[in-house]
């Protein structure tokens, strides 16, 4: 049986910090927001930010558990080789949980909770929708905020590119790697918005 957003709610809040459920209800928002915006299914997109980050605070043994499950892999959207080495699991690890504990089947949602932090070349709408909610949420402050929110509002094409760029430019500084799902991202949505200004 299809369960509520406010069963979903209540099971996020139960298992994530104040903070990061503060987060999650405002991701939900924003993604609602997006989806409206663009013409894609507000309850969908607000149940894919509510549960994005329901992994977020597990264990890591846990969450490389779920992470390596063969569900990801038969599923084509498996982990790139720099997912498997520098631990980036809450969100693999997410989407195994929520169809593995609760059921949930839906592959556009699990897709897009897949993908929420490393992002993917030739991303669907919902994945685009979630992560540019996860990152411009209402409750976020980092400087310019502002104009990526608006930028996710008006175009998310344009929007993907830009986080592509910043998060590549955080690795950098950081000396972080940058991993492949993420490098092909950029290039994939560089190459849209120049074919677009010729
Ligand atoms: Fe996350
Ligand atoms: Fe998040």
Known sequence: MKKSIEFYTC????????????????????????AFVNGYEPEKAELAGILHDICKEDDESDLKELAFSKFLEKAGIGLDPLEKEDKLWHAPAGAVYLRETL????????????????????????????????????????PDVEKYRELALTDLDLGMYEAFKWAINDCLKKKYRVCRNTYE????????????KA
């Open 11 to 34: 099971l996020i809040e139960e298992r994530l910090s104040r903070e990061r459920f503060a987060h999650s209800v405002n991701t939900a928002e924003m993604c609602r927001e997006l």
């Open 103 to 142: 059921e949930v089947n839906d592959m556009e949602i699990l897709s897009a909770v897949r993908f929420h932090s490393v992002g993917r070349a030739k991303m669907t709408k919902l994945e685009k929708i979630l992560y540019l909610g996860d990152l411009v949420e209402r409750g976020r402050d980092y």
């Open 185 to 196: 991202g950029y290039n994939y949505y560089l190459k849209k918005i120049m074919q677009r």
